[in-house]
């Protein structure tokens, strides 16, 4: 069915009641896994998914190359660990129910951009000859899919104790008008759902934290170039609610570990982080 945008100039309001700025629903926890060195589950909306971290674990055989069947692999040379990525999509995620192979594209795609952009961020030369395996499953979607996955596996790692620089944090955004309409004056919109997505032009957008960094950029439809800047500044905006949200679900995890007595107050993990 054709996405109904009769009513944005009039009320101002997406299909969903949202306005253009509006994140949707957000909820996350960690340590989900009790048996996994980390885990997370993470909301955005109706897209929901699960990450379980292994390792890192000391290479025990021949070092992969960058892509097989299980999963994509960002290699670390000799000095660094390798990071290992393997995405699940569950038949029942989506409406249409259709099955993915393991060695479909499009998942593989997911798989490589998230390895790159999580080795980028993690501190992989304290971890030498060593793998750490991100599982992720999809749950169900409903748009904002490579945002979500990487989300949930920030969330994970931090669950893991593996350092990283900070937060990698993705969010999507689009233009309330096709290519095709030609329309200067579209409006921006953020943290697309599935039937928008499948309308309008958008983007993921990833940022480092709190700032303006990009660390991941991904744009598969076609858009004017004089909508890209405004839809690039919209999405890193919104990666900054992302990222608030998910120290708070951090932060609240830690203290309800104090609170319950699994880890002393003040504990301090001594390590060495140089870059």
Known sequence: MPLDTSTYDLALLRVDGRRWNELRRLHGQIRTQAAADGSSYLEMGNTKVMCVI????????KRGGTASSS?????GGSGAADVVVSIVVG??????????????KRTQE?????????ASNLHIHLY?????????????????LLAALINAATLALVDAGIPMT???????AGSTSTHSAGDE??????DLNTQEEQELPFL?????????????????????VSRLEGMMASAADACKGVRKFLDQVVREKGHKMVTEGTIEKGAKMAMDIDV
């Not at 999963?71 to 290699?75: I, Q, W």
């Not at 038949?91 to 060695?103: E, H, I, L, P, T």
């Not at 993921?204 to 004017?224: I, N, P, S, Y």
């Open 166 to 172: 900070d937060y990698l944090v993705a969010c999507t």
């Open 128 to 144: 030498p000859r060593s793998t750490i395996s991100i599982s992720l499953h999809v749950l169900s979607q409903d748009g904002s």
């Open 91 to 104: 038949g029942f995620s989506s409406v249409d129910r259709r099955r993915r192979a393991r060695g479909d």
């Open 185 to 190: 004056g579209a409006d921006p919109l953020v």
């Open 110 to 118: 997911l798989q490589a951009t998230i390895a790159k952009a999580l």
């Open 71 to 75: 999963g994509s692999t960002v290699p």
């Open 54 to 61: 292994a390792g890192p674990n000391e290479n025990a055989g």
């Open 204 to 224: 993921t957008l990833g940022t480092l934290g709190a700032t303006d960094k990009v660390a991941v950029l991904v744009c598969e439809t076609r858009v004017q």
